[in-house]
Structures are given as C-alpha cells and as structure tokens.
C-alpha cells in the first residue's frame, strides 16, 4: 500500500505563488511516475504537470512558464512550484503517483486533494 500526504494548497491573489508539495510512503520500491492534476466541480481532471522517474517532465499548455514540477527521490516528494496564478487554476489538485513493489506494479495512487483558490 501506498501513502500519499498532500500539503501546500490556500488563498491567493491572481498573479501570486503557491507550492505543493506530495510525499509518498509505504510498499515503494520504484516511483515510475509522479505528477499533479486538477478538477474543478462538475469537469473531468485533468493533467496539470507529470515527471516521470527519470526526470522527464510533461506539462498541460495551460500552465507551461508558470508551473515547476520537480521531485526529491530520496523523499518520494513531487513538488509543483506555481507561479503567476490566475483564477482559472482555481481548483482542487491531486497528487497521482505510479510506483512497483519489486516485480509487482505498477499501482496508481492518488491523495486525497488540496485545494488551490485564486482570487481576483
């Protein structure tokens, strides 16, 4: 099994930052995968950011030169660094992880959500 502590979500004003932060714990033996995406009520999520476990990083072209994503292996920890904040990244964002327990995997896991708000 594995855990996922999401911290990092709030309030904040159009053009501000804000930090997520994931740390994943438990039956890991490889993250193939980590990223974040995000779902507004009543849409279907959708991919915000994704590195993969050799640091190839994918990115939504709504958020390209605003967001980081970035992670700490010896942390299982994916960070997403938001920069420039507009209200239509007002969201609740999931942290999704794709880990293998020795031979067995991969397992897909997600947390349980942090919200983000962006005000105007």
């Known amino acids: 099994q594995v855990l996922l502590e999401e911290s990092g979500g709030g309030l904040v004003q159009t053009g501000g930052s804000l930090r997520l932060s994931c740390g994943a714990s438990?039956?890991?033996?490889?993250?193939?995968?980590m990223g974040w995406y995000r779902q507004v009520t009543g849409k279907q999520r959708e991919l915000v950011a994704t590195?993969?476990?050799?640091?190839?990083?994918n990115y939504a072209d709504s958020v390209k030169a605003r967001f980081t994503i970035s992670k700490d292996n010896a942390k299982n920890t994916v960070y997403l660094q938001m920069n420039s904040l507009k209200p239509e990244d007002t969201a609740v964002y999931y942290c999704h992880v794709i880990t293998y327990a020795g031979t067995y995997g991969p397992y897909e896991t997600w947390g349980q959500g942090t919200r983000v708000t962006v005000s105007s």
């Open positions: 438990g039956d890991i033996f490889t993250v193939a995968s």
């Open positions: 590195i993969s476990e050799f640091g190839s990083t």
